[in-house]
């Protein structure tokens, strides 16, 4: 049986480059994110969402309308429930499809909301925190377009750092250098695997 480290931490925190870090070391990494976006363009995922949002959901080209579907769920909760409610099933079933195969006899599963949904996958959460005057200068960068209120009303959506080490998950600090980071990982991983 493989053992699930769930890698998480909140918006900005620095999530994809310690999976990026990982999958360097030889690791396995499930993306739910990246995985999630793309289910929701296949059938029946797809249906679904249109018979909640409507046909605004996709663009002419067949991708998610993102910014219309972040506006339906931050100003429509039930809205945004009854999307979780038929996208976290398909990441699951696609999550159990892909640890079928996965190499390694550890292998990582990183979600931002790992907590959140209370994931019975993980043995072990490990936790990517940095302040957060840090994560809204690095969410800025990705996402010019969005407002300081956006930024914010996204991260009130989440757990704080401060409610994910209260969980008992084991941190890894991403508030400095690269160098930093992997010295940081290292020592995380020696309590985690």
């Known amino acids: 049986m493989k053992k699930i480290v769930c890698l998480t931490g909140g918006m900005g925190s620095g999530k994809s480059t310690v999976a990026q870090l990982l999958v360097k070391e030889g690791f396995s990494v499930y993306n739910s994110d990246a995985r999630a976006k793309w289910l929701m363009i296949q059938p029946p995922l797809r249906q679904l969402i249109e018979e909640i949002f409507g046909p ?7 991708n998610l309308n993102r910014p219309f579907l972040s506006n339906q769920i931050f100003t429509q909760p039930e809205k945004k429930t009854a999307l979780e409610d038929v996208v976290h ?4 079933s696609d999550f159990e499809d892909w640890l079928a195969t996965a190499k390694g006899g ?8 790992t907590l959140e949904l209370e994931d019975t996958n993980c043995h072990t959460v490990l936790m990517v925190e940095c302040p957060e005057n840090i994560r809204i200068e690095r969410i800025r960068r990705r996402n010019p377009s969005w407002s300081l209120a956006d930024i914010k009303a996204r991260l009130a959506n989440q757990f704080t750092d401060e ?11 991403n508030s400095g250098t690269l160098e930093s980071l992997k010295t940081s990982l290292d020592q995380a991983l020696t309590k985690c695997i």
């Open 56 to 62: 605004s959901s996709y663009t002419n080209d067949g």
């Open 89 to 92: 099933p398909a990441v699951r």
């Open 163 to 173: 409610q994910r080490r209260e969980s008992g998950a084991v941190s890894v600090d």
């Open 106 to 113: 550890v292998v990582f599963k990183e979600s931002a909301l």
